[in-house]
């Protein structure tokens, strides 16, 4: 079992940065992928990328690639996810995810954190 906590979200401008935290607790961090994902209502569960034990993250979509970095402190127990640039199009609530295989659907991770809302004021 793995237990996911989430930080970070809240207001931010137009242009600005936010960075969320995503806390893991549980056996054998080492073996999860760590995910995030996004969902704005009325919209689909959107893949951000994820990362493994030893990095780099891998699998962001072209709506976030140059302006959004999915870290990973394993000494921490913690994933990251920096998000630069931000639009009004970003605002959503963002999910951390994470499941011992590598998978690009919301479908393939197991474990999740509570979400965390991010708006984006123009």
């Known amino acids: 079992q793995v237990q996911l906590v989430e930080s970070g979200g809240g207001l931010v401008q137009a242009g600005g940065s936010l960075r969320l935290s995503c806390a893991a607790s549980g056996r054998a961090l080492n073996t999860y992928w760590m995910a995030w994902f996004r969902q704005a209502p009325g919209e689909e569960r959107e893949f951000l990328g994820t990362i493994g034990w030893g990095g780099p993250a891998v699998g962001y979509p072209d709506s976030v690639l140059g302006r959004f970095t999915i870290t990973r402190d394993n000494d921490r127990e913690t994933a990251y996810l920096q998000m630069n640039s931000l639009r009004p199009e970003d605002a959503a609530v963002y999910y951390c995810?994470?499941?011992?295989?590598?998978?690009?659907?919301?479908?393939?991770?197991?474990?999740w954190g509570q979400g965390a809302q991010v708006t984006v004021a123009s």
């Open positions: 995810a994470a499941d011992v295989r590598f998978s690009r659907s919301f479908e393939g991770y197991g474990f």
